[in-house]
């Protein structure tokens, strides 16, 4: 029942495809034949003359099983072409080095993030997306904005996740408290755990300056400096003066540590509440058991007003590499497994958070506290797009300042400083 | 000092004389090695003038065929009757040929640009197609291995050409020819640096040399993020990222953390050499004292460090100085109240010494090693006339162990002393480079020159740029160490035996 | 004044035993906590006490059982053989080039010894990425072999703490071989290497210790291909980010059954170890 289900949905979107293809192309074979195979659940003519198809998929050991599993479903679909899948372990974070090092004996379709894009579009090795209308269509906005450049999308939308949110054990934070920092903070002291998070890495830390209303806005025409949305300076420091006697406040219960410790802290006791990554979800559902609670981030009380924590969002994508050697064969099997179904199966057995606008309005994913927790964090978030490689360095430099004992959270002026400091710096190629 | 004056010293003296006149000539000596490396390019000059000479002489006094030889690999030894090696000069010359016209000139005749095919996009139906255009890497790498296979075949030319010269005047004398079973079994005798070189240098030469010329060239060119191959052509830019690291003014963040991570990596260099050395001998010392009982067991506790794989004790470490980690829950419970020191994350001073301080965890025990050895070494009489001289432990120590130990390993010092400008794995592993900075282009403050490069390398492909601070990190190596080893007492005695 | 030179040579000793005892108690506790907690059953990658409380094989077990994408046995095996085959040809490289420099003249000797110190003094790190792509010309990207002969290769280099060791060794003893008409070669294996146990030993072990720790060069040359790692990049992706909440407790135990042999045959080669160390060092 699901393969037909599959089948018919795979051929619902060629059709799309087509339909949004057929008019850029006025020739070719694609879209004749495009055509004539409408209808058919085994449309094979999109393979154009490719046969005896071996394509090399990577995507992270969680995922592998089901990736497995859904090659095989797509290799079943198309029965007269003799497809031969292998599907390799390879981390998303590392999808890109491993690129650009040799992208000839990488994999044809792979999974990455949505900060390494530009970086891939840059040396030319990932694919622009063939079925570019059916993505747009079937996708989150935002996802697809990400993956756009000059107008061309370079990757298909796999999940909309890649974030950070609230982990808390409901013992320790009381129902009702996890909306506000200082409350998370107060329980945690209470019962004498710790709340944790990793200021000193800007993937964090921007939350400090993100909350304060300053974003970032893509990069200058040189493709390495960063641009920034215009922001009240008075705003931003007073966030960051916020935070940093929050944390001066409750020294002994917030840690700034790497956030594999938060699970770590959970299953040992010694944490509370900590802001964690959303591949460590599955770590501390097992850590916690009953006692697990997730939400998106919590507001902070600036000079009497209750701010929502806005963070840094990622997505991750499918990507097709430019060097695959059955380019149409790689796009089709790319397209497929960013399908709502496949989204849905990895929401379900995973617990990603699709980008698909379908599978995010399924009851599964509604139901899902850890993904409606992201994916509600997502509509306060700045995308890890188009974000320069001095990006990062400065702005963990300024979760470290404002956590540093030394550093006095009343001073306006030095945090003045420290803020227009990162910013020179990160500018400054 | 005359000789005479010299053997009346007593061995005391002679050696407080020994230890002044080393220091006295340092600088005499660091002259000499700048020296020296003139000499060396004058030799080479004069050296390459002669081979041209000889080459000529050889052929307007050579018979008509050591003539053809010139031509045709090994005709000289066929005329002669040496069958086998003038084949095999043959095949050389065949297969050279052959490798040039199929893989060498087509990468060599686009050395000076490094390809001009642009990468393009292609349509293939309502898909795209990527039809890649030159790959700058891969043009400038095979140009490189044609340049070497070419220098090869020349000397095996000119090897030709002489020994059918060589042939030539035996014949004349008649003197006997060798054969070819003869010449093989000069290979374990006279010729026997031959047979004992070929397979390593061979081996350097390929994964060793080759590659090092190919990255010293990436540093003239703009090999990185923007310009990666096989998507997109990278080509000469000449000193560029030379200036961009040197040149504070124009280099921008690049110029400022170049010059900041010199400075950093000469004072961990110099903490890291002298705490090793300095805290390791007096351990050393201790444990060889006389007296001491359980010596091995003492010596074994430490060398059992030695044998953990670095990237496990290090990444452990790592983990005990995090402000959960063991280090602070042990003073935690020393104290009775909550410790939580930041070692690593977030003040940089505080994370320079503690990589300091770890380092000597990793390196002592080598101190320990090689100083029991040496001290178990030191001439007893030297003790015996400080003694009558009146010396107690304590002056016996700072008058004749340290000076004999500085002395015997004053080279190994140095090479530690590079050692450590290139010591990537305590920084690396133990704080990634961190606290990070805004700063530093793509580095820490703990960072080192070696491990920004790596860094810039893996993480940001920045090759150009990897390449040149590669190149300057040489100089500076290579300098203290070749000084040092011509001032090395191994060089001048190494043929005392002979 | 004898009896206060003896109590003061004890009070000194006593001195000198507790420092000892203090500091080789600060240099094994890292081993120490290492293979305490390999065995440690609760808890995630970290606790926040010193001494486990409560002690089981699991992550010994799992390393060997639960073997989806991370092989620990494979990485363990293949490491053996490479460092075994390495090791040869490395050990082999160094004497030959070291006896070469040092027992027999030739003409342009010096200079090869200079280069070879030059050589020396380059950043590794830079040539990974040509060495990367002459392997792949040699069609020999991502396999065992190119590893083997990446940790060889070089091995040649390295010649100086037994050139320094060979040139203890008196010259007499090759001329009145030479006189009873033994050739170089005889000479070489006859006479120099029963002679030169302590700097075989000490290559032997360099060279073969070399393979369990390189976690850089072999990344880059086996890419994705994760059935031919080698245990050093196969515990260090066990604490990558994607696996630290969950593995940190197997690559510990991972890393004491790599430390363990080594640890052992480093003991029982010590002695060989410290003299070649010491004769080759101070020479060279």
């Not at chain 3, 190119?146 to 037994?162: E, K």
Request: with cysteine; proline share 3%; glycine share 8%.
């Amino acid at each position: 029942m699901k393969k037909i289900i599959a089948g018919l949905l795979a051929v619902m979107m060629m059709a799309t495809a087509f339909a949004g293809c057929g008019g850029q192309t006025s020739t070719g074979e694609g879209s004749s034949n495009g055509s004539s195979g409408e209808g058919s659940s085994t449309d094979t003519s999109l393979f154009g003359e490719e046969d005896n198809i071996s394509l090399k998929v990577w995507g992270p050991d969680a995922s592998i099983n089901l990736l497995k599993k859904q090659c095989d479903a797509f290799v079943a679909l198309y029965p007269e072409k003799k497809i031969s899948i292998e599907v390799v372990a390879q981390g998303e974070s590392d999808a890109a080095t491993q690129l650009l090092n040799d992208a000839s004996t990488a994999a044809d379709v792979f999974g990455l993030p949505s900060d390494q894009i530009n970086k891939l579009v840059n040396a030319k090795v990932i694919q622009e997306v063939a079925f570019a209308d059916e993505v747009k269509a079937n996708n989150d906005t935002n996802v697809v904005e990400a993956a756009t450049i000059d107008d061309k999308i370079y990757a298909y939308p796999e999940t909309a996740d890649n974030g950070y949110y609230l982990v808390y054990d409901n013992s320790v934070v009381k129902s009702g408290d996890e909306a506000k920092l200082e409350t998370i903070l107060e329980d945690c002291k209470a019962a004498g755990k710790k709340f944790i998070m990793d200021a000193g890495n800007g993937f964090y830390s921007c939350m400090f300056v993100f909350t304060g209303g300053l974003k970032t806005d893509g990069l200058e025409e040189d493709g390495l400096t960063q641009k920034f949305t215009d922001y009240n300076e008075d705003d931003v420091v007073a966030t960051m003066q916020a935070f940093s006697k929050l944390f001066h406040d409750y020294s002994s219960t917030f840690q700034s540590l790497e956030v594999s410790n938060i699970a770590s802290g959970f299953s040992s006791g010694t944490c509370g509440a900590g802001i964690d990554g959303t591949w460590d979800v599955v770590a501390n559902q097992t850590a916690l058991g009953d006692k697990y609670g997730a939400a998106k981030l919590p507001t902070i009380n600036v000079n009497g007003e209750d701010k929502q924590i806005v963070s840094m969002f990622g997505y991750k994508y499918v990507g097709v590499n430019a060097a695959a050697k059955f380019p149409r064969a790689a796009q089709i099997l790319a397209n497929y497994l960013t399908s709502e179904d496949c989204q849905l199966e990895r929401a379900q057995e995973l617990g990603w958070g699709p980008s698909n606008k379908a599978a995010a309005q399924s009851d599964f994913v509604k139901n899902n506290v850890t993904i409606s927790a992201i994916l509600a964090q997502a509509e306060n978030s700045v995308a890890q797009a188009d974000l320069a490689d001095q990006f990062w360095d400065p702005m963990g430099n300024l979760g470290n300042q404002l956590i540093a004992e030394k550093t006095d959270p009343t001073n306006t002026d030095a945090m003045k400083q420290l803020l227009n400091e990162t910013l020179t710096n990160i500018k400054d190629v | 000092m005359k000789y005479i004056d010299y053997k009346q010293l007593n061995p005391f003296q002679k050696f407080a004389y020994n230890f002044t006149e080393f220091f006295k000539k340092l600088p005499g000596r660091v002259a000499a090695f700048f020296k020296a490396i003139g000499r060396f390019f004058v030799k080479l000059f004069t050296g390459i003038g002669k081979g041209v000479a000889n080459y000529v002489t050889r052929f307007i006094k050579g018979d008509f065929a050591v003539k053809l030889s010139y031509l045709i690999f090994g005709f000289g030894n066929f005329a002669k009757g040496q069958i086998i090696k003038g084949l095999l000069f043959l095949a050389t010359e065949v297969a050279y040929i052959y490798f040039m016209i199929t893989f060498g000139w087509p990468n060599l005749s686009k050395f000076n640009t490094l390809g001009t095919v642009e990468t393009q996009l292609v349509d293939d139906g309502p898909f795209k197609k990527t039809v890649f255009g030159d790959n700058s890497m891969l043009i400038l790498l095979y140009s490189v291995v044609t340049i070497a296979v070419t220098f090869v075949v020349l000397f095996i030319y000119i090897t030709n050409t002489k020994s059918a010269y060589k042939l030539q005047q035996l014949k004349s004398e008649g003197k006997h020819i060798m054969t070819f079973k003869e010449e093989t079994k000069d290979f374990l005798d006279g010729k026997f640096h031959v047979t004992m070189l070929s397979l390593p240098v061979t081996l350097i030469a390929i994964f060793t040399i080759m590659p090092l010329i190919f990255m010293i060239l990436i540093a003239f060119t703009n090999y990185n993020k923007s310009h990666m191959p096989p998507g997109t052509l990278f080509t000469w830019v000449g000193f560029e990222n030379f200036s961009q690291l040197v040149n504070v003014t124009t280099g921008g963040k690049r110029g400022v953390t170049f010059i900041e991570l010199t400075q950093w990596t000469i004072i961990w260099a110099i903490f890291a050499t002298f705490t090793n050395y300095i805290l390791g001998m007096i351990v050393a010392l201790m444990i060889n004292k006389k007296g001491i009982k359980l010596k091995s067991l003492w010596r074994t506790l430490f060398v059992i460090t030695i044998a953990v794989p670095q990237f496990v004790s290090l990444l452990l470490m790592n983990q005990m100085l995090q402000v959960n980690g063991a280090i602070n829950i042990l003073l935690s419970d020393i104290t009775g109240q909550e410790v939580a020191i930041q070692f690593l994350n977030t003040n940089a001073l505080m994370a320079r010494i503690t990589v300091i301080i770890i380092n000597c965890w990793v390196g002592i025990p080598y101190t320990i090693l090689s100083a029991s050895g040496i001290l178990m070494n030191i001439p007893a009489d030297l003790y015996e006339s400080a003694r009558i001289d009146g010396a107690g432990p304590v002056k016996q120590f700072t008058k004749i162990t340290l000076p004999y130990m500085l002395f015997v390993t004053a080279p190994s010092l140095i090479t530690q002393f590079v050692g450590n400008i290139n010591n990537f794995n305590v920084i690396y592993l133990l704080t990634g480079g961190g606290p990070s900075t805004e700063r530093f282009y793509q580095a820490g403050y703990t960072d080192i020159l070696v491990t920004w490069l790596f860094k810039l390398t893996m993480n940001q492909q920045d090759y150009d740029l990897a390449a040149a601070i590669g190149i300057l990190v040489f100089i500076v190596c290579a300098t203290l160490s070749l000084i040092t080893f011509n001032m090395s007492k191994s060089m001048k005695d190494e043929e005392a035996f002979s | 004044m004898i009896k206060s030179y003896k109590a003061r040579r004890i009070i000194s000793n006593t001195i000198i035993y507790i420092v000892l005892a203090v500091l080789g108690i600060i240099w094994v506790s890292p081993l120490v906590y290492l293979v305490l907690h390999s065995f440690r059953a609760e808890g995630l990658a970290t606790v926040p006490y010193l001494i486990p409380h409560s002690y089981s094989f699991d992550n010994y077990i799992n390393l060997f059982v639960n073997t989806g994408t991370l092989n620990f046995p494979r990485w363990y095996l293949n490491t053996f053989v490479v460092a075994c085959c390495a090791c040869v040809i490395s050990t082999l490289s160094v004497l030959m080039v070291s006896y070469a420099f040092s027992r027999l003249r030739f003409k342009s000797r010096k200079k090869f010894i200079n280069v070879g110190m030059i050589l020396g003094m380059f950043p590794g790190f830079m040539t990974m990425i040509a060495i990367y792509y002459l392997l792949k010309a040699m069609n020999l990207s991502q396999t065992l072999v190119a590893l083997v002969i990446c940790y060889s290769a070089g091995a040649g280099l390295g010649f100086q703490i037994s050139k320094g060791f060979f040139d203890t060794i008196p010259r007499a003893l090759d001329e009145a071989a030479t006189v009873d008409g033994a050739t170089r070669n005889q000479i070489f294996w006859k006479i120099i290497l029963p002679m030169s146990k302590p700097i075989v030993v000490y290559t032997v072990l360099t060279s073969f210790i070399g393979p369990w720790t390189d976690f850089i060069l072999c990344k880059l040359i086996m890419g994705d291909n994760r059935d031919n790692y080698t245990v050093a990049i196969g515990l260090q992706l066990m604490v990558s980010n994607e696996f630290k909440v969950n593995y940190f407790k197997q690559f510990m135990a991972g890393s004491v059954l790599v430390a363990v042999p080594i640890t052992v045959l480093f003991l029982m080669m010590q002695k060989y170890y410290v003299e070649g160390v010491t004769a080759g060092g101070v020479k060279g």
